[in-house]
């Protein structure tokens, strides 16, 4: 069985992947890996405070790829240089770089063509929900980074769920326009603006360029809604997360194993799709 991870970080990155023992931000780490169903060490991802520890835990956990994402946010940045280093030379790993068009204004265009151009990304992320104003992705400040990377033929993520500041930020309706003014631009939805799943489905539904990425609230509770339609019209358009370091990489591959998906779809939601997604 091969699995493509498509959201799956060290904890070395990130204070708030709970790089530093005993700080407040590992406190948080820690308290989200409980709220999300980790079971057993709500630490296990200590190891992958080192590069070597994080690949041992990819290797281990028998991933063909641990996608990891870059940020760039008021809150948090991690620079596209950063993420080129950690996956650079490692078949295992692919990186998503990351760009705000608010903090960066008319360089982040330049930023992500660089990325993408001359770093070997594989994506842009964008995080409209946690800008500074909080703005929807159909936000005229986001669309040359949609023209872009849709001439590049890369993907865009968005960064969805309930950990958006305001949760009226958490809305697919936006993405929907988005999805029409860009018909060939794939659009990953990560976190699958859960717990909004049912009008993120029916978005995704009618617009076969928008991608759910529940990861680890798919295992939470109102998240059959994305099994069964995974099961159904969403067969080519699901793929799996783990949220590493929130939850556990196997843990999680063995829980989605649970859900319910038939055995029709499972190479689909596992496997090819990111792989499609990515022109491997």
Known sequence: MKVIDMRCRPAFLHDFFGATPGSTANDTARW????????????????????????AEVREAGLS??????????AQHLPNELIHRVTHGHDELLGIAGVDPQLQGHAAVDEAERAIRELGLAGIDIEPGFGVPARHPDDPVYFPIYEVCAQLGVPVFLMTGPTTPDLRFNDPAPLARVAQAFPTLPIV?????????????????????????PDMYLFLPGSQAYVDAANGFLADQFLFGSSYPFRPIRQSIDDFLRLGFSEAVLDKVLYSNASRLFKL
């Open 189 to 213: 939805c990560y976190h699958g603006y859960w717990p909004n799943a049912g009008q993120l489905i029916g978005a995704a539904f009618r617009y076969e360029n928008i991608n759910v990425v």
């Open 32 to 55: 989200l890996n409980r709220r999300v169903g980790t079971r057993g060490d709500d630490e296990h991802y200590a190891r992958s405070r080192t590069q070597e520890g994080f690949l």
């Open 65 to 74: 790829k641990a996608v990891v994402v870059g940020r760039h946010t008021p």
